[in-house]
């Protein structure tokens, strides 16, 4: 199975690396880190990500991760990306996402009428594109599947292994990587304390920005293309 996922700047590297340290071990797998160039994209941590192939010599993937990242909204308008996220779609046996990655597939029009994970600050703006929010830490809507937040992207990896190799070979490949996280109240708005939402919900205020506007220009584009 031929794994591809796309690179852009200031993606979080964790949406990525998660998942495609899990993914790289499935049986019968290459990876490729798909960017519009070959040179070196920046993550929003400043840990340089080196692309191995670019969108135009990539060819038909089998399998397709868009990660998320503070500069998703960039990439919901950004018109090569956007292309080529629907040149693969057709091929794509699976379309998967991670975080905000789900609103870059969205914003290419292919999650109309469907379910999607997103991380749980940005996810009111998936209806914004004709698809349906669903807070859950693995999201399946027939042949895509997302995830919700940074660290889910490793669950989603494991879940994605389990459907297609079956539970033996995922469970292998948890122990080999010692996969056993502690469980912590908190880390979603359903276990933590209201002060802590309203402190996260802050600071996620004052990093919007422009990406407000880039995301409902983004689908009102879309939706215009498509009314």
Known sequence: MRIGFL????????????????????????????????????????????????????????????????????????????????????GLQWITSVCTGSLVLAAAGLLKGRKAGCHWAWGHYLPLFGAEFVAERTVFDGNIISAGGVTSGIDFAFRVLAHLHGPDVAAMLRLALEYD????????????????????????????????AEMRAAAARLMGETA
């Open 7 to 90: 690179l852009y700047d200031q993606l979080t590297q964790l949406d990525m690396t998660g998942p495609a340290q899990v993914l790289s071990r499935m049986p019968g797998a290459t990876v490729d880190y798909v960017a519009k160039t070959m040179d070196p994209v920046m993550s929003d941590c400043r840990l340089a990500l080196m692309p191995t192939a670019t969108l135009a010599d990539v060819g038909q993937l089998d399998l397709l991760c868009v990660p998320g990242g503070f500069g998703c909204s960039a990439a919901m308008n950004d018109a090569e990306i956007l292309d080529w996220l629907r040149a693969q779609a057709p």
């Open 181 to 212: 996280p502690e469980q912590h109240d908190g880390g979603t708005p359903a276990t933590a304390r209201p002060e802590i939402i309203a402190q996260v919900q802050a600071a996620t205020a004052t990093r919007l920005g422009h990406r407000d």
